[in-house]
């Protein structure tokens, strides 16, 4: 064999060596399916704890399970169902243990079958989990106080003065108030109260009614919210200051109120429609 054909099968050689490194290297989209990259170890993960139920007012799914061949920056992608709730978790392997931690706040958690799609991404393949479970109980939406302290004088003071104007404006609509306590009546009261604070020109949008305890589904029938938050849009947030404006609402004695009610262990969401009719 002369030495050019020597040669020749040298580099040959070494082409392949290095397209063997580089396949080693590849991203994942690139790299052959398992059975073809011998004792490759693909990354995967286990939950140890997967719960059989789930309560609709969770405000934390705590999942626990380990680890393996799991190395640098990775990622756990989920999508909770029915719902479509979407989000990720920044590396929760830690030494071989997986910790999951699932922020629900905010959420409307419908009772019934519900699918838990897991899914582990590193930069040497990727892994699914898909967790079955019931939800159950109260839909309250896995609510968390968000409090800021006692709201301002000044949104108490306005709401008050809307409705003294209000009571002043319309005698007598104030004992119509609270129909579900009293067996009849509306929430007239309530609305034109609410109308005349969400004229103002500047904040009137961060005036809203209440959930009661955070459910949006469930109006309380004598206070109002306002806002504090950073949105254009407060609907269902829970950044509110919660303002009684209905004294004894449902009694003989229903009045004008003005008092602060914003609690550091009570849940209020801002909400509008479908009740408020103006």
């Given amino acids: 064999m002369g030495s050019i054909q020597l040669k020749k099968y040298a580099l040959l050689g070494a082409i392949a060596v290095l397209a ?11 790299l052959p399916p398992a059975d073809d990259y011998g004792s490759q170890d693909r990354p995967a993960f286990e939950i140890t704890n997967a719960p059989a139920t789930v309560p609709a007012a969770t405000q934390t799914l705590e999942l626990r399970g380990s680890c393996a061949d799991v190395f640098g920056s990775h990622q756990v992608d989920y999508v909770l169902n029915p719902g479509d709730v979407r989000g990720s978790v920044p590396n929760p392997c830690v030494d071989g243990a997986l910790e999951l931690d699932i922020s629900l706040t905010g959420t409307t958690l419908p009772q019934g079958p519900a699918t838990l799609t897991l899914t582990l991404f ?16 109260s839909t309250t939406g896995g609510c ?3 409090y800021m302290g006692p709201a301002p004088a000044n949104i108490v003071q306005r709401a008050a003065q809307a409705a003294a104007e209000i009571n002043a404006e319309n005698p007598g609509l ?6 579900q306590d009293r067996g009849y009546g509306n929430h007239e009261f309530l609305f034109k109260v609410l109308q005349r604070l969400r004229q103002d020109p500047v904040n009137g ?74």
């Avoid at 063997?20 to 690139?30: T, V």
């Avoid at 459910?215 to 849009?233: K, R």
């Fill in 205 to 278: 949008f961060r005036w809203g009614l209440n959930g009661k305890r955070g459910n949006a589904s469930d109006m309380s029938a004598d206070v109002v919210d306002y806002y504090w938050g950073s949105s254009s849009d407060p609907t269902n947030k829970l950044e509110t200051y919660v303002i009684d404006v209905i004294i004894s609402c449902g009694g003989a004695d229903s009045r004008p109120g003005g008092i602060d009610v914003t609690l550091p262990n009570v849940c209020g969401r801002w909400v509008l429609a479908p009740f408020y009719p103006y």
């Fill in 122 to 137: 590193t930069n040497f393949g990727s892994a699914t989990k898909t967790l079955l479970f019931d939800i159950t109980g």
């Fill in 144 to 146: 968390q106080t968000v």
């Fill in 174 to 179: 104030v004992l119509q108030s609270c129909p």
């Fill in 20 to 30: 063997a490194g580089y396949q080693n290297c590849a991203p994942d989209s690139f």
